[in-house]
């Protein structure tokens, strides 16, 4: 993981280090916390100078500084992960790997090659000195984050940066479009004075007047949010990448996906395990099951291999019982999406090592309003919240006569239950459940320190109860049970798992309920594909800001190429049936493959957003809806909170 940043300008007026604001370079540090360097080129005729800024989070390899340069002078900025595709030795570094391959591409249709080959998340920066051509872009789904800011037509500057901040005034941010990747001829710009992008979009593979439309709807769709000075063409060639994954199976006749023995008049009313056991029971759905779980259990253990175990040095502070320290973690609710993934991160994290369970919880607001007028008093009654699991609120009330606003948030409650299923499937694993709690009066301090920066340029209702939920998360400062008392703990681990992407391939939101009553499959079918198209500018670019902010790195097991070219094979019948009551019908897919993983009660749980089990929505303002936009999230507002 890195953050890495370009700046451009065709005007010599301005010295180009101005153009990257200290607040900036304090961002880009805390993704990459073990290296940090800026280079900048400069061309005299025509003018054009480029500075390069790269910062790196150590995890796989020998420690690489950013950018690189080699003996022709090209500079690369990297931040991704190859997990397959391209050969990365185990003692190799990726960053390394690709720049190595790019140095060997002779024209664009190798480079565009080289980047169809890729599996894993990434976005990168490309100087290629002998064409004086700068190559950007994001993965497909846009699971790496990456903005650019466009000056006005007189400074003829341009930047991008993995993450921005929020200014009063000036040029905004937006974030790199995940439709393919893009070129700028920097010798033609500085002539002509002016901004001018080629695009290289994705495609299926397809027939050639389906990919002349596509390119087109594309071309529109980017032009659209750009400045009016800004020019964007499709490339000369009309080469494109090909995309990583299949299309989606629109099939939506065949089979039903009825539960066996019931029939319409005999569905089930209320989800059970004995009806993910009818299920298992049919050879073809058990079969589909298995081969579903293999290819995810795949996708974990690249996720949790693909990484530098380094010595465990000093582990006193730690109160695992292992006296080791956690190199992964899963944001972790106890619902099926995070169960699955801890459950299959447990086949392949070596048996040794804890595996940290980082759970998020939000003090209620009536509680949160009635806190005590003094510090002292705040912090005796947090204290007595972060123990309100070992003994009841009211015989602690009892006992202190101080009232208690207790962390039993929903999540706390599913996470709980869901700890002790993890623990039946490996007792002799270390299972950190990392209970983290936040007050009001925290949450509003640190969205005004950082977090309204890492959303930026998001800006929903939604968008802050997500990211500041997840921000906390990841941070992983928070207490877990050793020896019957809690105790201080901060994870340690660099590689936090998240289960996005389970909802929006297998039918997991409850819109996608309302679809399916309202234009049946076929409505269904055009809702997931609308789903994946848009998960890069509706979540991953804000949540790997949002996690990287800690020095870790997010990754995506259900957003595995493999994955989702899987599931994509399959008709919609074999992934969900909405016929079926909710913890049943939507991701039965899942259900069951969790089913034969050996998993219980979370197998049957309904969709929760994390907005609504840590409770950070009810915290505020109940009043809002989540498309609204956040005032919260306003700069010029944030002193009214």
């Known amino acids: 993981m890195c953050g890495i940043c370009c700046v451009v300008t065709l005007c010599s007026q301005h010295a180009i280090r101005d153009f990257i604001k200290e607040d900036m370079l304090c961002c880009l540090r805390r993704r990459g916390p073990d290296s940090s360097q800026q280079m900048i080129k ?43 595709g391209l050969h990365v030795g185990d003692a190799e570094n990726d960053t390394k790997v690709m720049f190595h391959h790019l140095a060997l591409c002779s024209s664009e249709a190798d480079i565009l090659s080289l980047f169809s080959l890729l599996r894993g998340p990434w976005s990168f920066i490309y100087y290629q000195a002998s064409r004086h051509t700068l190559w950007f872009g994001r993965d497909y789904f846009g699971r790496r984050s990456l903005l650019w800011q466009f000056s006005d037509e ?20 937006q974030e790199v479009p995940a439709s393919g990747i893009f070129k700028i001829d920097l010798k033609v710009c500085a002539t002509t004075k002016s901004l001018s992008l080629a695009l290289f979009p994705w495609k299926y593979r397809c027939t050639e007047k389906a990919a002349a439309e596509g390119f087109i709807n594309v071309l529109d769709q980017v032009s659209k949010d750009l400045p009016d000075h800004i020019h964007l063409v499709m490339n000369e060639s009309k080469l494109f990448l090909t995309a990583p994954v299949i299309p989606l199976n629109k099939t939506t006749s065949g089979t039903s996906g009825e539960c066996p023995d019931t029939d319409s008049s005999n569905i089930p009313h209320v989800a059970s395990v004995e009806t993910l056991q009818g299920f298992l029971a049919v050879e ?16 974990t253990k690249r996720r949790v291999l693909s990484l530098v175990r380094e010595e465990d040095g000093n582990t006193s502070e730690l109160p695992s019982t292992s006296g080791r320290k956690a190199h992964v973690a899963v944001l972790f609710s106890g619902g099926i999406d995070s169960m699955v993934i801890a459950a299959l991160a447990d086949k392949h994290v070596p048996s040794g090592e804890p595996i940290d369970l980082l759970n998020v919880a939000f003090m209620a607001k009536q509680q949160a309003e009635q806190k005590g007028p003094t510090k002292k008093h705040a912090r005796q009654e947090v204290q007595l919240d972060l123990l309100c699991h ?26 709980r239950a869901g700890l002790k299923e993890l623990e039946a499937i490996n007792p002799s694993r270390t299972w950190n459940f990392v209970e983290i709690n936040v007050t009001l009066e925290e949450l509003k301090k640190m969205r005004q320190e950082c977090i309204h920066h890492l959303i930026y340029p998001l800006d929903t209702v939604l968008d802050d109860s ?25 994870s340690p681990a660099k590689v936090v798992l998240s289960g996005i992407g389970a909802d929006e391939q297998l039918a997991g939101y409850s819109r996608h309920r309302v679809c399916f009553k309202k234009y049946g499959l076929e409505g269904l079918n055009k809702e997931l594909e609308m789903e994946l198209d848009r998960i890069s500018s509706r979540n991953l670019g804000r949540d790997d800001r949002i996690i990287c902010d800690h020095g870790k790195e997010a990754r995506f097991p259900f957003l595995d190429e493999d994955v989702v070219s899987f599931l994509s094979s399959l008709p919609i019948s074999e992934k969900a049936d909405l016929t079926l009551p909710r913890g049943v019908g939507e991701k039965l897919i899942l259900r069951l493959a969790a089913k034969e ?43 009214e909170l």
Request: aromatic share 10%; hydrophobic share 35%; proline share 4%.
């Open 154 to 173: 007189a400074d003829s500057t341009f930047c991008l940066s993995s993450v921005s901040v929020q200014s009063e005034s000036g040029n905004q941010w």
């Open 390 to 415: 070992q003994e009841s609120c009211q015989d602690l009330e009892g006992k202190t006569g101080a009232h208690l606003s207790c962390f039993d948030v929903p999540d706390r409650i599913t996470g």
């Open 284 to 299: 073809h759905k058990r079969k589909l099951v298995y081969q579903f779980a293999a290819v995810l259990s795949e996708a």
């Open 42 to 84: 400069t061309v005299s005729d025509p003018f054009y100078e480029c500075l390069f800024s790269g910062h790196v989070l150590h995890l796989r390899g020998p420690v690489t500084p950013q950018p690189l340069e080699d003996a022709s002078s090209n500079v690369f900025l990297w931040n991704g992960e190859i997990f397959s």
């Open 466 to 490: 997500i990211g500041c939920a997840m921000w906390f998360a990841s941070r992983g400062e928070g207490f877990v049970s050793s020896q019957g008392e809690l105790k201080p703990y901060k």
């Open 597 to 639: 993983l050996g998993l219980t009660a979370s197998t049957i749980l309904p969709k929760r957003a994390v907005q609504f089990g840590s409770r950070v929505a009810k915290l505020e303002s109940s009043r809002e809806k989540a498309s609204d936009i956040c005032s919260r999230l306003k700069l010029l507002l944030v002193d």
